[in-house]
């Protein structure tokens, strides 16, 4: 009877462990359990909407970037459009600016020709005069000299 009591007691006593155990260990032992696994779904959940995310921002910042490329490639190219366009404008106001001055050197030319051919036709009327003065050795009146100066000078002209 020894050993059917101890069966017994031992058998009542694992019962009430058994007992124990689930009404105050497994079940609040499985809820933590299900609460992490709980968790941990979620995180990952969010990670994968995380890495979608990520994955989204990094493609509109590449297509962003290659937008800006474009971009900064058309205002370069609209750049160098106007640089030339603007080098075009200074070359011919440089060539109407030659042309201006080519003119003017050209009248200034014809001018002091005119002048120097003026002032050397009346200084030969002078050595003209006075050889003559000195040929005829008397004075001529001042109304001959004129008249004579506009001969002589009339005659120069026509020669040219």
Not at 8 to 36: A, D, H, N
Not at 94 to 108: F, G, P, Y
Not at 122 to 148: A, R, W, Y
């Amino acid at each position: 009877m020894n050993l059917n009591a101890t069966i017994l007691g031992q058998t009542i006593s694992f019962v009430l462990f058994v007992w124990f155990c689930m009404k105050y260990v497994w079940y609040p032992f499985i809820s933590i359990i299900e609460k992490r696994q709980k968790e941990i779904s979620d995180n990952l959940v969010s990670a994968t909407h995380a890495k979608t995310e990520s994955e989204r921002v990094n493609a509109e910042a590449l297509l962003c970037l290659r937008q800006a490329r474009v971009k900064a490639q058309e205002i370069i190219k609209q750049a160098n459009k106007c640089k030339m366009q603007i080098i075009n404008e200074a070359k011919h106001e440089a060539e109407k600016e030659q042309s201006r001055i080519l003119s003017q050197a050209r009248e200034q030319i014809i001018y002091e020709r005119k002048r120097v051919t003026d002032e050397l036709r009346k200084q030969i009327s002078e050595l003209v005069i006075e050889g003559t003065e000195k040929v005829i050795e008397h004075s001529i009146n001042e109304m001959i000299d004129i008249d004579l100066l506009n001969n002589i000078i009339n005659t120069l002209s026509y020669k040219d």
